[in-house]
Structures are given as C-alpha cells and as structure tokens.
C-alpha cells in the first residue's frame, strides 16, 4: 500500500544541536516530496520541496533535505537547531496528475528544543 | 501580503447544529482545498475546489459539503455536528493541481458540545 511514514513521532534535541528527521515513502514511482511545520494552534508552513534534479534541497529557516531513491527517504536536517524550531514536523507526498493530484502527509513528528 | 485567510480561527457549535467555516484568498490561486486534522494527527484531505470543479474524496462524509461563490472564497459546512466532527479545519490553496506545494491558512479550531 501506498504510504508516507515518519518513524519518530516525538524527538527531543538540545539547542545548538544538529537534527534530523526522517521520512519514508512507498510509492511505485517517485513522488513529488515537501516539509512542512506546524507551530501550535497554527498551519502549515512550506519547509522545502524536492520536484527533481539535485537531491539535496535547501529550504527557509536553515533546513535542508536529501532525496535518496534507493531508500525512499526524504529525511530534514538542521545542522543548528534553535528553541524557535519546536514545532510539529510533517513529511508529505505528492501523486497524481490534474485533478487527482493528492498530497498525502506523514503523522509527524514533534520537535522539542531543551535550553 | 498574498495570504490565505480562515475565519473564524475558533468556532463552537452544538452537537447537531449546522456550521460554516470560511476561507478566503488573494493569491489568486485556482485550487482550494480543505484538510481536516484532528489532535496529533496528520491533515486529511475532505475535498477541494479546481476552479469550480468540486473534487471529493472518496471517504469524506456526506455530513461535509464545501461552496465556492468566485475564486477567493470557499466555505465548508457541516451539516450535523458530531463529536467526532471536532477537529482543527486546515484550508490550502494552490496555483494548480499537480506539482504546485499548497499555501495554508492558520486553521479554524472547531469544538463540538
């Protein structure tokens, strides 16, 4: 079945620390891929994307994200994490074409930042 | 700012009784979309709107019914409010369908009594 998993649901990095997040998919062909954060009681704001070409995508707030085909992960990285990154993390793939066009989001994965 | 906008940002309504969450855009965007999210869970997409072709998913309820008067504005009602219906309503809008990432509003908590 097709599927968007997020292996941790919660992870807890101390401030300053490097942070990576990780996100597989299982999908007959390559997806269109996105982060998104979600900050409480918000929405959710475009991390990065990864449509094709260079699989290392950098994206806002200092975030990046490697595409590795033969292991159908899409995971972020942060060399630095910030107390403001706390926040809910959600990996999501787009399939489809036109109107069938369907982005399809991982469970997440809260982030929490200790001082 | 080109934003997506959602009012009201929190809505209660009794168990049964008919709602209407609204959003509205200036990207000028043709697609709008409607997620529902309940507590720690992923957004679920209910249906969305490419220009005025309404697209449902096949497991949303037909408790849930969307308008969409003119390319700005897009409301979702809720027929019969049931507890279960309590959830944060996400919009989303984006240019096209397809490869295009989706622009979010800052969501309508919705609680049911």
């Known amino acids: 079945a097709q599927s968007v998993t997020q292996p941790d649901i919660h992870i807890t990095v101390s401030e300053g620390a490097s942070l990576e997040l990780r996100c597989n998919y299982s999908y007959g062909a390559t997806p269109y891929l996105f982060w998104y954060v979600q900050s409480p009681g918000q929405g959710l704001q475009l991390l990065l994307k990864y449509f094709s070409g260079d699989t290392l995508v950098q994206g806002i707030k200092g975030f990046e994200a490697e595409f590795k085909r033969s292991q159908s992960s899409f995971n972020l990285r942060k060399p630095s994490v910030h107390w403001s990154d706390a926040a809910e993390y959600f990996c999501?793939?787009?399939?489809?074409?036109?109107?069938?066009?369907?982005?399809?989001f991982g469970k997440g994965t809260l982030l929490t930042v200790n001082p | 700012d080109a934003m997506v906008i959602q009012n009201p940002r929190y809505q209660v309504t009794q168990f049964g009784k008919p709602v209407t969450l609204s959003c509205s855009q200036t990207l000028n965007h043709n697609v709008m979309y409607w997620y529902q999210q309940k507590s720690s869970q992923a957004p679920k997409l209910l249906f969305h709107y490419y220009d005025k072709d309404f697209n449902n998913e096949a497991d949303t309820p037909d408790n849930f019914q969307s308008r969409r008067p003119n390319t700005s504005f897009c409301f979702l009602d809720i027929r019969s409010p049931g507890l279960g219906d309590a959830a944060m309503y996400l919009c989303?809008?984006?240019?096209?369908?397809?490869?295009?990432?989706?622009?979010f509003g800052p969501g309508t908590r919705l609680t049911v009594t």
């Open positions: 989303a809008t984006s240019q096209r369908p397809g490869t295009y990432e989706q622009y």
């Open positions: 999501a793939v787009g399939l489809g074409g036109g109107s069938n066009y369907k982005l399809t």
